[in-house]
Structure formats: structure tokens, C-alpha cells
């Protein structure tokens, strides 16, 4: 069982992890939480249904568990239901497959909004998994660099897009300024976060960026997976058209993935993987181009293409 801080002479930190069926890596995440350095008051699960061990992990770890359906759960609704729940003055979001690498990796997420007011959200680095392929390797390294930054309103001019990405598989929050702009949008394929952020900085807010504090989390996707995650990026940019008018476009981010990949491939001497790369690159862009589409497709059809099938069927 985790032991949780009883002091209360600084911010209450509470943490946040949606579960479905997690029971392969949700054991080593909560072990490396309780031997953190910096102390938390509050650890929350939303369980989606799980059918293995999830629940029964989280409880002899001392979590506090709400159970949902799993055709309830959406990015942005459930992790707003449990934010309201949370009593923390911080409330930091973890995914259930993101270990934390090392025994500071929270002290540090959470240091930017115990020192400046004005930051209202921190997320940390993503180091990919032991196992990762070089593909995935590299995107992690891609959106993850080893350098922190701290990001305002004003820099969409330069950042474009990339000013307001964030994840939410390790950030933390300043409750009353989630809170200003009502926490996460509800019913979005995916990128709560991601649109949380951009409301934050346009209400004169700053996201650090902590490549300090960190956690492997990576994932091995296939091309097809590729293909559907960039399709629901696509969906994404359309349906949430506010972004891209406020922040640019994402061609120009492609473009430097690519260059990155290429370099990348070369520097580790794995130029052999380049042909199977550009074939990603390729099929990521079309992907893209089809979400953005998506209102000329057949709803079955938008379905298939994507990750996210569940959505399709609550927004048919």
C-alpha cells in the first residue's frame, strides 16, 4: 500500500490514472509512485471495465476506485469527472502504462507550478520503452527532446502547432486554472490535453515542458496503427477547427518530422529501415489527409480507418 504525505503545509497533489484492463504495467507504476521523493495526499483510478487484475492492483495499493462502463469513457469527460472528484491543489495525470523513471521524476513535473503562479500546467518527457522498435524510438525522441522550455500565447508565432502540445500520460495541472477554462472538452476523439492547453495560454497561462522529470511510455504501432492515429488526428484538426485557426498548421511539423527520422535512422546506422519509414511517413500524411475528410466518407468507413472506434459509435 502506498503511503500518502499527511502534510498539508504545501499544495494538496493529487493523481489521477484512467485503467482499462492495465494489470501488465499498473503494478510497477503504483510501486514507483509510493517511492517517490515528493509526496502526494490522493490517488484516484477510473477503471473502464477492466476484466483482469486492474482493480484489484489499484485497491491493495491503497487507490480510491471509481468504476465506469467502458463505452462511458471519454478522454476529455471522464478525466474532468475525476479532476472535480480530486481534492488536490496540483492534480497530476498519469496513463497506466507510464512508469516513472526515476524516484524525482513527480518532484520535478510539479516544481514549475510550485514556483511561478503563471504556469498552469506541466508534462514531462516520454523515454521510450526498452523494447521500442527505432520507429518508435524516434517519435518519442521527436516529441520529447532533452531540453525543458516554458511556452506562452505569444510564441504560436514561431511554435505554431507545437505550442500547445502537451500529453497527458504524465502532466500536472494548477486546479483553479483548469478550472477557468472547465477542465477537459468532453466528446473529442482524442487531445483533451492538447485543446486544454491552448484554452490555458490564450488566458494568459505558460506550459512547461520538464524533460527532467520523466517516464517510459512508448508504444510499438504497427503502420496500419500509424495510419489510424493520423487519422484521428485528422478528425481532430477539423472538428476542432479553432486550433489550427489560432495556432497554424501541422504541415510545417511534418515536414521536420521527416527531416528528424531521416537523421535519426542514419545516426543509429539503421539507414536499411529508411525505405520502411518513408512508407510511414507516407501513410501517417494520408491518413491525416483523410480525417480532415472525414465529413465526405460513409460513417462506416470512418470507423474502420480509425483508433478510436468506440467514438464513432456514440457519435453516429
Known amino acids: 500500500m502506498l503511503s500518502f504525505s499527511p502534510s ?10 484512467p485503467t482499462w484492463n492495465g494489470a501488465a504495467s499498473l503494478r510497477e507504476v ?11 495526499h490522493e490517488l484516484l483510478i477510473v477503471d473502464s471495465g477492466s476484466d483482469d487484475a486492474s482493480v484489484a492492483i489499484a485497491k491493495g495499493f491503497g487507490a480510491e476506485v471509481l468504476g465506469i462502463p467502458q463505452g462511458e469513457f471519454d478522454h476529455g469527460g ?42 498552469a500546467t506541466s508534462y514531462g518527457r516520454q523515454l521510450p520503452h526498452p523494447d521500442a522498435t ?5 517519435l518519442r525522441d521527436f516529441n520529447y527532446p532533452s531540453q525543458s522550455e516554458l511556452r506562452l500565447f505569444a510564441d504560436r508565432q514561431g511554435l505554431g502547432l507545437q505550442t500547445v502540445f502537451a500529453s497527458n500520460s504524465f502532466a500536472c495541472y494548477r486546479r483553479t486554472a483548469l478550472a477557468e477554462v472547465d477542465y477537459f472538452q468532453s ?24 524533460a527532467e522529470a520523466m517516464v517510459f511510455h512508448s508504444h510499438n504501432y ?30 510545417g511539423r511534418g515536414w521536420q518530422y521527416l527531416q528528424s527520422g531521416l537523421s535519426y535512422l542514419l545516426h543509429i546506422k539503421k539507414g536499411g529501415l529508411i525505405p520502411g519509414f518513408l512508407w510511414r511517413v507516407l501513410l501517417k500524411f ?21 483508433m478510436h472506434r468506440s467514438w464513432w459509435q456514440r457519435h453516429g
Open 8 to 17: 498539508h503545509e504545501g499544495p494538496i497533489v493529487s493523481i489521477i490514472i
Open 30 to 40: 503504483l510501486a514507483l509512485l509510493g517511492r517517490q521523493t515528493t509526496g502526494f
Open 78 to 119: 471522464t478525466r474532468t469527472m475525476m479532476a472535480q472528484k480530486a481534492r488536490g491543489d496540483i492534480l497530476v495525470f498519469l496513463t497506466q502504462d507510464a512508469i516513472p523513471a526515476s524516484a524525482d521524476a513527480l518532484a520535478k513535473l510539479i516544481a514549475p507550478l510550485l514556483a511561478d503562479a503563471s504556469i
Open 134 to 138: 527505432p520507429f518508435a524510438a524516434h
Open 187 to 210: 466528446g473529442l476523439i482524442f487531445g483533451e490535453d492538447t485543446c486544454t492547453v491552448g484554452r490555458l495560454l490564450m488566458r494568459g497561462y505558460k506550459v512547461a515542458y520538464m
Open 222 to 251: 504497427s503502420c496500419l496503427q500509424e495510419f489510424r492515429r493520423s487519422f484521428d488526428i485528422g478528425v481532430l484538426h477539423i472538428t476542432e477547427k479553432w486550433l489550427l485557426d489560432t495556432y497554424g498548421r501541422a504541415e
Open 286 to 306: 494520408f491518413g491525416y489527409q483523410l480525417g480532415r475528410n472525414f465529413s465526405l466518407w460513409p460513417h462506416w468507413l470512418n470507423s474502420r480507418l480509425s
